[in-house]
C-alpha cells in the first residue's frame, strides 16, 4: 500500500514518542481499528518493524493499559515460526502503539482478493495457522481477531497469524470497559456477542469461518457492517444453514460444521484437534461424497461395527471356553474309566 501522508498525520499527529522514534516506509493496512505501518526502528538500530497505532482508545483506560501491557509481555516471550513475532507497546497520549516483526510478503487476504485459492495450498496454510494458534493456546493466551487480514504469508512460503493486538490472557480480566466489544463483527463468536465470554473455543470458531471463506472464495457476511452484523446474527441464531455450508468442498462439511457449532461444548475444543479432523480429509477427493448426513450416518455404522465385533468376540471366546471345558471333562472321564 502507498504512504499516504493523511494516514500517517491522523496517527502521528501530536504523538512526538511516535514521530523521534521511527521513520514510515509505507501503510501496510488501514482499518477501523487502526492503522499499521511498515517504519524503520530508531530504537533497534533502524530495523524494519511493522507498527501498530490503535484508533480505538475509547476501549482503554490506565486499568485497562496495564492488563493491556502484561499480556503483551507473554506475547514477546513467544516463539512461534507461524506466529508473528511481538516487540515493544509504546504508549501514547490517548492511546497505545506496539511494534512487532515485520512479514516479507503479504496478507492472506490481499492473496484473496486477487485470486481463487486451491485447496492443496488451503491445506499447508491452515496446517501452518493450526499450529500458530495451538502455539498461543499451550500459552493460555487467544487471540480473539483472526481473519484473513491477520495471516500473514511470507514470500518463503511461511505463514504467520498476526495482530495480537485484542490477545487476551485466559482467566484475567478483560481488556475493555463493560459493554465494548472488539474485534470484527462477522467473526465474533455467538458466546462473545450474547455474554461477552471469549476463550479458546471461540478461536476455533474464528478459524471455521476463515475456512468457509477460502473454500468458497466469499467473504462472510460482506454485505452488512457494523450493527447491521449483529443484528443478523442475532435474528438468525447465529445458525449458519446446511446450505451455505454446502458451497464448500464436500469433504470439508464435517469440518466446518464442527467448528461453526454455535455451542462452545459442541466445537473442537483444541486447534490440534481441528488440524487432526482436516488431516483425516486431506486426501480424500475433493468432491468426495461425504456430507454432514453421511458424515454422523458413518460414525453410527462405525459404532454399529465396533459393537457387533464386540459381541463376535464375545461370543468366539465363550465358544473356545465351551470347547475346552469340554474337551477337559472328557479327559477327566477317560481318566477315571482307565482307573
Known sequence: MKLESGSVQSAFA??????????VLSVLGDGAAGVVYRVLDRARNNAEVALKVLANDLAFDEATLDRFLAELRICQELRHPN????????????TVAFT???????????????QRIGVEAIDRIYEQVLDGVQALHDRNVIHRDIKLENVLVG???VVKLSDLGLMKQVG???????????????????????????????????LGLMLYELLTW?????????????????????????????????????????????????????????KEALTQV????????????????????????????????????????SIVSGLALAA????????
Open 100 to 114: 512487532m516483526e515485520y512479514v516479507d510478503g503479504g496478507s492472506l487476504q490481499g492473496i484473496f482478493a486477487k
Open 218 to 274: 466469499k467473504r462472510w457476511l460482506s454485505h452488512l457492517s457494523g450493527q447491521d452484523v449483529i443484528t443478523h446474527l442475532m435474528k438468525t441464531r447465529f445458525q449458519i444453514s446446511r446450505e451455505v455450508l454446502e458451497e464448500a468442498p464436500r469433504k470439508y462439511l464435517p469440518v466446518l460444521a464442527k467448528a461453526l457449532e454455535v455451542k462452545p461444548e459442541a466445537r473442537y475444543q483444541s486447534a490440534l484437534e481441528m
Open 14 to 23: 501530536n504523538q512526538p514518542e511516535l514521530r523521534e522514534r521511527f521513520e
Open 155 to 157: 514470500t518463503n512460503g
Open 83 to 94: 506466529l508473528v513475532q511481538a516487540y515493544d507497546l509504546i504508549e501514547c497520549s490517548g
Open 172 to 206: 484475567k480480566k478483560g481488556l475493555t470497559r463493560p459493554g465494548i466489544l472488539l474485534g470484527t463483527p462477522q467473526y465474533m463468536p455467538p458466546e462473545y456477542v450474547r455474554e461477552s465470554k471469549y476463550d479458546k473455543r471461540g478461536d476455533i470458531y474464528t
Open 282 to 321: 486431506k486426501d480424500l477427493p475433493i468432491e468426495s461424497t461425504i456430507t454432514l448426513g453421511d458424515a454422523i450416518t458413518r460414525q453410527v455404522r462405525r459404532t454399529e461395527q465396533h459393537t457387533l465385533k464386540q459381541r463376535d468376540t464375545m461370543l468366539i471366546v465363550m465358544l473356545v471356553v
Open 332 to 339: 477327566a472321564g477317560l481318566f477315571l474309566v482307565a482307573r
